[in-house]
């Protein structure tokens, strides 16, 4: 891994300076305990779970000891915040955190995600949901979907069993191994429930659409030896349609927003030809009984096909229990399944390049005719998802006589899901029923009518289309054990230490439909994907107080991590974490941590299958020979033998997919903040915090054209791209036999930014009142996707992929009163240019957003309490921006619905 020198430096330096001050003392050596912070982070201020004083771990460390502070920034959203949110998924509390940037699956979002069609995922800095890491109750989750995935669908998780999420902003591989490189996200579900807990809510758009139906039973007993619970989870959501949010695509004409669309209408559209097959007059649209000129007012408008909320439905079961098997040895288990379906609408597909000819009886003219597009709107297609994830973790843990603590646990992970597409057009049988010399002959084949809208028959749709039908899953192992306790005093305190190790095995495959494999199907050519890899790791963690009870130093404490990973893929790696907690009096605390972070290669990136395609490619050493002859391509074309007349245009077999030889890609990780309990303030806390953190051999495709250019313009050949491995061009005719797009580790990634985060607790008579606000302030954001490329610049922008606004907020407000309790929610996103549209055109930017939601809850009875709620009080609707086609406006940022309505319940027995 790459070491951050000056950094580390700077750690080191303050450490020895630490243990100096510790060596001249002459204190004896005693029981100092260090004051807990009064927050971690706003929503974890408040928490009752940070005021206790029993030995836990909070994520980010494996050693448990009563000091709960952390080094890195962190947020922790308890049940009682999550349900002041009106949430009711994992998503929606993690997507609203003013962190989380880029794409990530919702169900607004209408895109293809990692885990399928409907799954959603947490993307902390941007950074992409594969490089967060997410843990249940501490451990690894499987990743889930529709097959071979790389990340956890959250919908796995019933949130009426969570007892807090705790969200570390900061790498942590040292500690938990691969994939935690922009953080952490550890969702820690109830220890207990004893009685009868049921909850149901309903609620639904102003509009009358988007309704929501969620019910909960938990049922548990707690014991003398031991205690259990079993939760039962219900969520349906329905679809809200697009036409009813956005009525239409837009586009600008003469400086105003117009309805625009497709050019594939449903009726067909295209030229007639004379005998030499040669185009007459204009463009003509098709009706069922002749034809009309075609406008650009013509054009179909495909937003409805579409949702704006993707319907959902979930079951969950979740199962947990714990028996003290002895005084000293505790067995624990956990077990959950989740059933998870979807069906999303999709545009029908379009067939182009067919001939009619005249003499066809569904031709009514006396002229051949080209069809140049025709969506078939009468076999409309629809995407069904069906996933079901199993996890079962069973263990053991328990003290030694010496206070150490321990833990053992196998944990166990199962992922099938079917992915099926309604009415996809097989090539063949389409060449089939369009070749009317044949099918007009043939009484087993009937001839496809495209004369406009209407005129396929469900026999003529029947022959050529088909459900297309895909499956995979995922499976993943793990076998866990772990030890931590306190070694011996220091004059600033006890010092602890953690070590554990882990075996994992993950498993992925995917299985395309077979008429896509072969390439029948009228989708992209698809190659099965199977792979397994193993992980084994030890790692060893450390707390050491250095300082206690001197001026401006009441403590200061170290914490270091290392951790030795070796994967059978690609070998092995080690990766390390240093913090630096400098508690200068009670009010003012100073942090920083430095650490190196991986992820690992994914099934997919690994194991997809290499496929060879003829692809668009531009040749640097076309017409060389005219360049600048002080040029490097010049020169390197002319060192390289290529023929001076050499002259390329069009494609190059070229191929394509996943790479076995990937490596990890490494991360450097730096923070820094402060901590400050206000003291001529009572009751409020600040963080502060900047983070910087550099990825070095992303993994991602550099097309054909930008590698062969990378190559020639550098210096004698120098650039990586110039290998065999990349490309070969034959000696004598100078083309380019070989050429590959294969996955590769060629990008770097740097992100910056500042965190800030306040809590102010308040008592005004019998009113108490609690206040949060977290911001958010994104720096820089820089993509260069491989050595020499240009630098993207991603801070402030919004397009394909979210939004990278520099500005994100999140204002959290509840009063409280004996039984009642109203809180208000402010939520900010900043303004943002698009990506890709021209300055100046309409929707080349977007404004900031500001969203209101708010809540009331009342409890009628000591076991009965109702909360009715408004998300989005002010009906605010989505901004417009040019990139981004769906709804017209960017659905993984932005809410669509509008503002709702919901009522919910809770009893307790």
């Known amino acids: ?237 329905d679809a809200v349609e697009m036409t009813s949010r956005a009525p239409c695509p837009l586009t600008e004409v003469d400086g105003e927003l117009v309805c625009g669309g497709s050019t594939a209408l449903p009726g067909g559209r295209g030229y007639f030809l004379d005998e030499n097959g040669n185009s007459i007059g204009d463009e003509v649209k098709l009706l069922p009984n002749g034809s009309d000129e075609y406008t650009s007012s013509d054009r179909d408008n495909y937003f409805e096909y579409f949702n704006a909320v ?100 196998v944990n166990y992970g199962s992922n099938r899901g079917s992915f099926e597409v309604t009415n996809v057009i097989n090539n063949t049988r389409l060449g089939e029923a369009t070749d009317y010399d044949n099918c007009s002959v043939d009484p087993n084949i009937p001839c496809a009518d495209f004369w406009g809208e209407g005129s396929l028959t469900p026999e003529m749709l029947d022959y050529f289309l088909f459900d297309m039908m895909s499956d995979g899953g995922n499976e993943q192992l793990s076998l866990t054990a772990n030890l931590t306790g ?13 070590t554990g190790i882990e075996h994992r095995k993950e498993k992925g495959w995917s299985n395309p439909d077979p008429l896509a ?12 994907i199977s792979g397994e890899y193993t992980a084994d790791e030890v790692y060893l963690e450390a707390y050491i107080p250095l300082l206690a009870d001197k001026p401006l130093a009441k403590a200061v404490d170290l914490t270091a991590a290392v951790r030795y990973s070796h994967f059978d893929t690609f070998g092995s790696d080690t990766n390390y974490k240093l913090g630096l907690q400098w508690m200068l009096n009670d009010q003012l605390t100073l942090r920083t941590t430095q650490s190196t972070a991986f992820r690992v290669p994914n099934i997919p990136e690994l194991f997809g299958g290499i496929s060879q395609g003829s692809m668009n490619t531009t040749d640097p050493c076309s017409d060389w020979s005219q360049l600048d002859s002080n040029s490097n391509r010049f020169a390197n074309c002319q060192a390289a033998g290529v023929p001076m007349d050499f002259n390329h245009e069009g494609t190059i077999l070229t191929d394509r997919g996943g790479n076995a030889d990937l490596q990890p890609e490494e991360a450097d990780t730096f923070t820094v903040g402060v901590v400050w309990d206000v003291s001529f303030i009572e009751g409020l806390n600040v963080t502060l915090d900047y983070y910087d953190i550099k990825i070095e051999n992303a993994i991602n495709s550099v097309n054909g054209s930008s590698k062969l250019a990378a190559c020639y313009d550098s210096a004698n050949m120098s650039h990586p791209f110039c290998s065999d491995e990349h490309f070969i061009r034959d000696e004598q005719t100078g083309e380019i036999t070989y050429l590959q797009t294969q996955l590769g580790n060629a990008a770097t990634e740097e992100v910056s930014g500042v965190d800030l985060a306040m809590f102010y607790q308040k008592d005004f008579g019998e009113f108490t009142t609690n206040t949060s606000f977290e911001v958010s302030y994104l720096d820089e954001y820089n993509l260069q996707t491989y050595e020499g490329a240009p630098v993207e610049k991603r801070a402030g922008t919004i397009g394909y992929d979210g939004s990278y606004t520099k500005w994100r907020s999140n204002l959290y407000f509840d009063i409280a009163k004996d039984d009642w309790r109203f809180g ?86």
């Not at 953080?183 to 659409?209: P, W």
């Not at 939601?853 to 409890?859: A, E, G």
């Open 1 to 237: 891994m790459r070491f951050s020198f000056s950094r580390v430096a700077l750690l080191v330096s303050a450490t020895l300076c630490s243990f100096i001050s510790v060596a001249s003392s002459d204190i004896e050596a005693n029981d100092i305990e260090v004051n807990s912070m009064a927050t971690e982070s706003i929503a974890a201020s408040h928490s009752p779970y940070l005021k206790s004083m029993e030995k836990i771990s909070i994520t980010g460390s494996r050693i448990k000891r009563e000091e709960i502070t952390s080094t890195a920034p962190m947020a922790v959203f308890t049940a009682d915040d999550i349900a002041q949110m009106g949430a009711t998924s994992v998503d929606a509390v993690l997507q609203r955190m003013s962190a989380s940037a880029g794409f990530a699956g919702n169900q607004t979002n209408a895109y293809w995600t990692d885990g399928g069609y409907g799954s959603t995922q947490v993307n902390l800095r941007g950074l992409g949901v594969n490089r967060t890491l997410v843990l249940l109750n501490g451990r690894r989750m499987v990743n889930s979907g529709t097959g071979a995935n790389s990340s956890v669908d959250l919908n796995t998780i019933p949130v009426s069993v969570i007892e807090r999420i705790e969200v570390l902003k900061d790498g942590a591989s040292a500690v938990y191994g691969a994939d935690a490189v922009a953080g952490v996200v550890n969702i820690i579900t109830k220890d207990q429930i004893d009685g009868v807990e049921f909850q149901a809510r309903t609620g639904m758009t102003e509009q009358g659409d988007g309704e929501q139906y969620q019910f909960d039973l938990a049922v548990g007993k707690v014991g003398e030896r031991g205690s259990g619970y079993i939760a039962l989870s219900y969520d349906k959501t």
């Open 310 to 409: 993707q319907p959902n439905e979930r079951f969950n079961v979740f199962a947990s229990g714990e028996y003290d098997l002895t005084d000293n040895v505790q067995l624990f288990t956990e077990a959950m399944y989740t059933h998870r379906s979807s069906t999303l609408p999709a545009t029908p597909q379009t067939v182009s390049g067919i001939t009619i000819p005249s003499w066809h009886e569904s031709n009514p003219t006396e002229n051949d005719f080209l069809l140049n597009s025709r969506r078939l709107a009468e076999a409309p297609r629809e995407f069904n998802i069906e996933t079901d994830t199993w996890r079962v973790v069973a263990g053991l843990q328990g003290d030694l006589d010496n206070g150490w603590q321990w833990d053992a646990a």
């Open 486 to 498: 306190d070694l011996w005093q220091l004059p600033a305190g006890t010092m602890s230490f953690a």
């Open 517 to 528: 494999i072969i390439g029948e199907a009228n989708t992209s050519q698809q190659d099965p």
């Open 824 to 909: 208000y929610n402010i939520q900010y996103i900043g303004e943002a240019d698009d990506q890709y549209a021209a300055a100046g055109d309409i929707g080349d930017s977007v404004d900031a957003v500001t969203y209101h939601n708010t809540q009331l809850y009342y409890q009628l009875t000591r076991s009965l309490g109702f909360t009715a709620g408004i998300d989005n009080l002010f009906d605010k609707q989505a901004p417009y921006h040019q990139s981004y086609t769906d709804g017209n406006t960017n659905t993984m940022t932005y809410d669509l619905m509008g503002r709702r309505y919901y009522l919910a319940l809770k009893w307790v027995m």
